[in-house]
């Protein structure tokens, strides 16, 4: 295990996480919770997000209660819920925030504005505590296993898994990666192409902690983006929004290589694509399993792409699908 680095202030990030906040809890209530979560998530932690994440604890709220409408200091019981209720508000909170509570922590918290609180006070918990790792090439990253990181350096760095088929990376490269996880393809993109603006997306919010620590000290020009917690058709527009923003803001008006994790977020993914923003994308690679191959090497020869298919990627059934547009080859 690597020892720390001092940390310089992060970049930019796009949905930031959160700041620590004052419990109102028993303290063998919260000792549970920080038992039952191991500890995984990392990265300084920003006030900006103590709004979204109670916005988001009263839509569970109302979504679990069958309400239309819940404060932020509305009491759980007043509102008419019982042991039941609070069971299925533990499974939602446990889904949307990938942290498990018990029930005896809503009994105690009784609001959404404290349950937040107690969320956010469990994630800043786990900083202390998370992995840190050294990478063969120097690199200090936060992650939840020091094999598992070593592994991935394996195949993005060392196999350079995501730069063949054609695949190339311009000097000013725009680089968008979805299901980016711990960054680690991030951090590979910004060190092989150091003028490349980089979007990396990740939907589960302790990798998205662990991507923001990773990608700090590696490029000024990278932005981590967690899209409400999950990236879905429905909410890829906004995603790729931003992104786009994020590149233009750059100087860049299209996309050099997208890395997409379909295994993360599902063959349907590619679905939310619309055709003006195919045309803005020039390479991609998509991991993918082994059931989704013939759908994602259709929709990617639809809109223009040439592909090829390797079968080498760890994983079991595991398959990338590498694809250039045929114009962009020729010009780089």
């Not at 709004?51 to 979504?63: G, K, V």
């Not at 239309?68 to 939602?92: H, K, M, T």
Request: proline content about 4%; overall charge neutral.
């Amino acid at each position: 295990v690597g020892t720390s680095r001092p940390r310089v202030q992060p970049a930019r990030h796009l949905w930031c996480s959160c700041s620590p906040v004052r419990v109102e809890s028993s303290s063998s209530s919260l000792t549970s919770s920080l038992l039952a979560n191991p500890p995984s998530v990392v990265a300084e932690m920003n006030a900006s997000d103590e709004t979204d994440t109670l916005q988001r604890m009263q839509a569970l709220w109302r979504t679990v209660l069958n309400l239309q409408s819940v404060g932020p200091d509305d009491n759980i019981f007043d509102l008419g819920a019982d042991s039941v209720a609070v069971v299925r508000l533990v499974a939602a909170v446990a889904k949307e925030f990938e942290v498990s509570l018990a029930p005896r922590d809503i009994y105690a918290s009784v609001t959404p504005r404290r349950v937040s609180s107690m969320l956010r006070v469990i994630v800043r918990a786990r900083l202390r505590y998370s992995y840190m790792t050294r990478l063969p090439n120097g690199l200090a990253i936060r992650c939840p296993s020091a094999a598992g990181a070593r592994a991935q350096f394996d195949t993005v760095f060392r196999q350079r898994h995501y730069m063949r088929h054609g695949i190339v990376l311009p000097a000013r490269a725009g680089v968008l990666d979805l299901g980016a996880g711990i960054g680690m393809f991030s951090m590979f993109a910004a060190l092989e192409a150091p003028l490349a603006s980089i979007v990396s997306v990740e939907a589960s919010i302790p990798q998205f902690e662990m991507l923001k620590f990773n990608l700090v000290d590696v490029s000024d020009n990278a932005v981590a983006l967690n899209a409400d917690g999950r990236v879905s058709v429905c909410s890829l527009s906004d995603t790729l929004q931003a992104a786009y923003e994020h590149l233009r803001g750059n100087g860049l008006a299209a996309v050099d290589l997208l890395r997409v994790d379909l295994n993360w977020a599902g063959a349907a993914l590619l679905l939310g694509f619309k055709s003006n923003q195919w045309e803005r994308i020039h390479q991609v690679v998509a991991d993918v399993s082994d059931k989704d191959i013939l759908g994602v090497c259709h929709t990617l020869e639809s809109q223009g792409f040439r592909i090829r298919v390797d079968r080498s990627a760890p994983g079991a059934g595991a398959v990338s699908v590498y694809g250039v547009r045929v114009s962009y080859a020729e010009h780089t």
